[in-house]
């Protein structure tokens, strides 16, 4: 079965940290750009991060610059995403997707064929 599956998520306070997982099956994650999305309440889903294979050319949104990271680990299949100094405006599900390249513009993420999607994971940061 052909799948991407999140984890990682919970309830975390202002300030603190996360990490998401997203691993792939039936696929190779490194033939893919993974992107990373959220979706508040109420909310349109907003494209988070690209990361792309190429070097230079992953892209971030500007809420999330200096405090996101992602990483992957080729031998697990997995992309990481790691969440620093959360804040509540961070609270969305959040989820993972696997593209062939990733947009110039992170916004147009529309705009571009995500073959895998995960579920999405919740994460909410509250006191």
């Known amino acids: 079965q052909l799948q991407l599956v999140e984890s990682g998520g919970g309830l975390v306070q202002p300030g603190g940290s996360l990490r998401l ?12 750009d993974i992107g990373w999305f959220r979706q508040a309440p109420g ?7 690209c990361d792309s294979r190429r070097e230079g050319e992953s892209s971030y949104a500007d809420s999330v610059k200096g405090r996101f990271i992602v990483s ?5 299949n997995t992309v990481y995403l790691e969440m620093n100094s959360l804040n509540p405006e961070d609270t969305a599900v959040y989820y993972c997707a696997a593209t062939r390249i990733c947009p110039v513009v992170l916004a147009n993420w529309e705009l571009y ?10 994460v909410t940061v509250s006191t």
């Open 72 to 76: 992957r680990d080729n031998a697990k």
């Open 43 to 49: 909310k349109g889903r907003e494209g988070v991060i």
């Open 113 to 122: 064929e995500y073959e895998y999607w995960g579920q999405g994971t919740q």
């Open 21 to 32: 997982s997203c691993t792939a099956s039936g696929f190779t994650l490194d033939a893919y």
